[in-house]
């Protein structure tokens, strides 16, 4: 069974930088379109960040510029670098197949606060 596994949240002051990193098992992730999704409580998931199974990147609005994504299809495992952080980021973030969802993971918890 695929599993999706996100991991390198934490608390930062704003300005801050976070990497997040996506495994996967069970799946042919080198075929996938790959998103970073975030949550907060009571909201609906959203797509932040997408890269083709290509490499090529896109981004939302609100992180363009300060967010990096990036992946390694050698290692089953995609990136996500946070740079200025700002508060408005604070959520719970996963990673998805943006074409064919997965069963969701975790995710990995992104708190920004001074």
């Known amino acids: 069974q695929v599993q999706l596994v996100e991991s390198g949240g934490g608390s930062v002051q704003p300005g801050g930088s976070l990497r997040l990193s996506c495994t996967i098992s069970g799946g042919t992730f080198r075929l996938y379109d790959m998103g970073w999704f975030r949550q907060t409580p009571g909201k609906d998931r959203i797509l932040v960040a997408g890269i083709t199974f290509g490499g090529t990147p896109n981004y939302a609005a609100p992180v363009e510029g300060r967010f990096t994504v990036s992946r390694d299809n050698t290692k089953d495992t995609m990136w996500l670098q946070m740079d200025n952080l700002e508060r408005g980021d604070t959520a719970r973030y996963f990673c998805?197949?943006?074409?064919?969802?997965?069963?969701w993971g975790q995710g990995t918890q992104v708190t920004v606060s001074a």
């Open positions: 998805n197949n943006m074409r064919r969802p997965l069963p």
